[in-house]
Structure formats: C-alpha cells, structure tokens
Nanobody, 124 residues
Framework: QLGLLESGGGSVQAGGSLTLSCVASIGANCLAWFRQAPGKEREGVAGLVKAGAKAYADSVKGRFTISYDNAKSTVYLHMNSLKPEDTGMYYC?????????????????????WGQGTQVTVSS
C-alpha cells in the first residue's frame, strides 16, 4: 500500500527534543516536513532531495535536522531546542518535481502525497 506514515509526535517542554519519523512507501525523489498551527496556514519546515540537497525554514535553522534513511525508506525530523511556537500538526510530504530548490522545497504545491499528521505540543 502506497502512503506516508508519520510517528513520533508528543508533548514536550520548551528546550526539549523530539524526533519525527515518516515511512515513505512512495517512490518519490523529494520529501519534506510541514506544520500547521491552529488558525495558521501550513508552512514548510524542512525538505530534502534524496540525492542530498536540503532546505530549512529560517525559524528552524540550527535547531531542526532532516535526514533520510534509504534502507528504511524513512525520513526523519530531529527537533532540538523546541519552542512553544513550534507547536502544531506536523505532516510528511512526498513528490517528484521537475525542479527543486530551497524555496520550492518548502512549498506545499511541490508535493503530491501527504501523510495524516502527527501532533507536536511544546509547553513553556
């Protein structure tokens, strides 16, 4: 069955860490993490091309790291120094666009497949 299955969300205090996982049983070249807070638009957090290029939103640079394990077909989002403003539903996305760069990698329209989401709550 093709799809994206996220896990790893939870509740953590500010300054803590979480790692999100997404098993991507889709043969896409690009994967990304997006988040959506209540009342706000979905925003790109981090994206990568399996060949190596990565992109991060300014708000998470230096704190979050995206990685891909080819053997497990799993993309990870390692989140450190979490802040209350990181709270939201986190979605995994996959796609194979003809072009990818740091801006396109964080744009929702770049991706064709989406997971159901996993909730991250950071308390102060």
């Amino acid at each position: 069955q093709l799809g994206l299955l996220e896990s790893g969300g939870g509740s953590v205090q500010a300054g803590g860490s979480l790692t999100l996982s997404c098993v991507a049983s889709i043969g896409a070249n690009c994967l990304a993490w997006f988040r959506q807070a209540p009342g706000k638009e979905r925003e790109g957090v981090a994206g990568l091309v399996k060949a190596g290029a990565k992109a991060y939103a300014d708000s998470v640079k230096g704190r979050f790291t995206i990685s891909y394990d080819n053997a497990k077909s799993t993309v990870y989002l390692h989140m450190n120094s979490l802040k209350p403003e990181d709270t939201g539903m986190y979605y995994c996305a996959a796609g194979s666009p003809q072009q990818w760069n740091s801006r396109a990698g964080l744009r929702a329209t770049t991706y064709d497949y989406w997971g159901q989401g996993t909730q991250v709550t950071v308390s102060s």
